[in-house]
């Protein structure tokens, strides 16, 4: 299957919820390439972007699964690898 590079944009609104992110990228930390994490103290948010290289449906899954986590929000973007 090929793979995809892509980048997974998280906003978390709600800190109690930080734990099952971390759980969920941890799930999926063989396909992790890198991480930047940023906590926005004055707007109350956490913002993470994670870099993958997944099959097109592994990525899909992972951040519809962050995605239907409440007080996060989740959006992948995606490219082919050569």
């Known amino acids: 299957m090929e793979e995809k590079v892509a980048i997974i944009g998280i906003f978390i609104k709600d800190n109690s919820k930080a734990s099952q ?3 969920l990228l941890h ?3 063989t396909y992790v390439v890198g991480r930047l994490g940023i906590p926005y103290k004055e707007k109350n948010i956490n ?3 994670v870099i993958v290289c997944a099959p097109a ?3 899909s899954t992972l ?3 962050l995605g239907n986590i409440s007080g996060v929000t989740a959006k992948a973007m995606q490219t082919v690898t050569q």
């Open 47 to 49: 913002i993470i972007s």
């Open 57 to 59: 449906n592994t990525i």
């Open 27 to 29: 799930e999926y930390s």
């Open 21 to 23: 992110v971390n759980d």
């Open 63 to 65: 951040s519809g699964k």
